[in-house]
């Protein structure tokens, strides 16, 4: 079992920054891939980011490649998420997701085991 609890989130100006973090609870969470999707009002939920068990892989959707990096530290318990370059259509709620089998990426959200309740990125233009 892993608990999620994601913070950072805000409001912030086009072109600013925001980091994210997630921290988990539970033995196993360094066997996990962690992700982060984000969900705006009105659409789906759209995979975001990616990272193996031991960080050694990571994966990005094609709207925020170059701007974002997805790492994480796993004495800590947490995931992380560096927001550059923000746009305006990147305001939505953010979550963090635990799949087990760490060792595969997956883009899909029905794959993700375990889930934190969100935190809303506001980015004004």
């Known amino acids: 079992q892993v608990q999620l609890v994601e913070s950072g989130g805000g409001l912030v100006q086009a072109g600013g920054s925001l980091r994210l973090s997630c921290a988990g609870s539970?033995?196993?969470?360094?066997?996990?891939?962690l992700g982060w999707f984000r969900q705006a009002p009105g659409k789906e939920r759209e995979f975001v980011a990616a990272?193996?068990?031991?960080?050694?892989?990571?994966k990005y959707g094609d709207s925020v490649k170059g701007r974002f990096t997805i790492s994480r530290d796993n004495a800590k318990n947490t995931v992380y998420l560096q927001m550059n370059s923000l746009k305006p259509e990147d305001t939505a709620v953010y979550s963090c997701a635990a799949k087990a089998l760490g060792t595969i990426l997956v883009t899909s959200p029905l794959r993700y085991n375990y889930w934190g309740q969100g935190t809303q990125v506001t980015v004004s233009s």
């Open positions: 990272i193996t068990y031991n960080g050694g892989l990571t």
């Open positions: 539970g033995r196993t969470f360094s066997s996990y891939v």
